[in-house]
């Protein structure tokens, strides 16, 4: 903009487009190598301090999981199943929710699908 000169402006936009060009590149090497980066060894170096604690925490959630698992056997009311929906925090607790929910409906359905037993 401080030439008024036409041919160098073009030759600074184009010199400028090539300089952008290449830091576009660079940057996407970056992305590739980072993308692609092996694994440090067949299996990762754990904290060795956290190792024990998370599995315990691991274990503990199965457990309270498949506590919930029982406890959701026992309900046959599928608003009731619905209010334990949306009070549950956890991925895994709504997942164990949402099967206990499907698995009413489906029986629902089927037991209003069978024919009553006439008795004449």
């Not at 030759?11 to 290449?22: D, F, G, H, W």
């Not at 980066?37 to 904290?47: A, F, L, M, N, Y």
């Not at 949306?86 to 895994?92: H, I, K, M, N, Q």
Request: proline content about 3%; hydrophobic content about 35%; glycine content about 2%.
């Amino acid at each position: 903009e401080a030439t008024l000169d036409l041919a160098e402006r073009r030759r600074i936009r184009s010199a400028i487009r090539e300089l952008q060009r290449q830091e576009l590149e660079r940057d996407e090497e970056a992305l590739a190598s980072k993308r692609f980066r092996p694994e440090r060894g067949s299996h990762r170096q754990d904290d060795k301090e956290n190792w024990p604690r998370s599995q315990r925490l691991e274990e503990e959630q199965q457990a309270a999981l498949a506590a919930l698992s029982k406890q959701l056997e026992a309900i046959t009311d599928v608003e009731e199943l619905t209010k334990l929906l949306r009070a549950a925090g956890e991925y895994e607790e709504r997942k164990l929710i949402r099967a206990a929910i499907r698995k009413l409906r489906a029986e629902e359905i089927e037991g209003e699908a069978l024919p009553l037993p006439c008795s004449w």
